[in-house]
T-cell receptor, first 112, second 114 residues
Framework: SQKIEQNSEALNIQEGKTATLTCNYTNYSPAYLQWYRQDPGRGPVFLLLIRENEKEKRKERLKVTFDTTLKQSLFHITASQPADSATYLCALEMDSSYKLIFGSGTRLLVRP | EAGVTQSPTHLIKTRGQQVTLRCSPISGHTSVYWYQQALGLGLQFLLWYDEGEERNRGNFPPRFSGRQFPNYSSELNVNALELEDSALYLC?????????????FGSGTRLTVV
């Protein structure tokens, strides 16, 4: 079955640097992949979606890439700020079931 | 515009009891999804409802059930509560077949089973 792997270790970076988070998946390549932000005790917030025919997507300081050959998506936050500290989840469609499955997320900590 | 609302925000129940969680989707959204997030773990898909019908179900026992009402709000019922049911239960909504544009989640219900 489809599995999503995100680095379980927290990413600790200095303010102003670029944070890069990785999402790897097994089995078939989904038609699209989504990224969410989750703060403690809150529901995830949708950030970006990238389709299989898109190599890269940008939104303000966020950038997502999607490599179907490597079965990997990278999520970048440029000029990171302490307010960017949160857990970031990637999600993709498991199969043609119209449901999203989520990775366990990577916690990002941006130091002032 | 109001977001996805869930109630209650917190709940403490005893093992063996039953619980009902509620979710109101964004106006115009017909699909409602339920996820379970145990402490420190990822989101596990529970149920998907659309137009009052259960469209898909995750790998959970039958004591997890729910329904969707004509106004598209939804309930999640859990019977015979077990300690491992303690988790944050999240509801999300989307327009039908527009789920690929992202889900909108509520803030969740924190259920503690003692």
């Amino acid at each position: 079955s489809q599995k999503i792997e995100q680095n379980s270790e927290a990413l600790n970076i200095q303010e102003g640097k670029t944070a890069t988070l990785t999402c790897n998946y097994t089995n078939y390549s989904p038609a699209y992949l989504q990224w969410y932000r989750q703060d403690p005790g809150r529901g995830p917030v949708f950030l970006l979606l990238i389709r299989e025919n898109e190599k890269e997507k940008r939104k303000e300081r966020l950038k997502v890439t999607f490599d179907t050959t490597l079965k990997q998506s990278l999520f970048h936050i440029t000029a990171s700020q302490p307010a960017d500290s949160a857990t970031y989840l990637c999600a993709l469609e498991m199969d043609s079931s119209y449901k999203l499955i989520f990775g366990s997320g990577t916690r990002l900590l941006v130091r002032p | 515009e109001a977001g996805v609302t869930q109630s209650p925000t917190h709940l403490i129940k005893t093992r063996g009891q039953q619980v009902t969680l509620r979710c109101s989707p964004i106006s115009g959204h017909t699909s409602v999804y339920w996820y379970q997030q145990a402490l420190g773990l990822g989101l596990q898909f529970l149920l998907w409802y659309d137009e009052g019908e259960e469209r898909n179900r995750g790998n959970f026992p039958p004591r997890f059930s729910g329904r969707q009402f004509p106004n598209y709000s939804s309930e999640l019922n859990v019977n015979a509560l077990e300690l491992e049911d303690s988790a944050l239960y999240l509801c999300a909504s989307s327009p039908l077949y527009a789920y690929r544009d992202g889900y909108t989640f509520g803030s969740g219900t924190r259920l503690t089973v003692v």
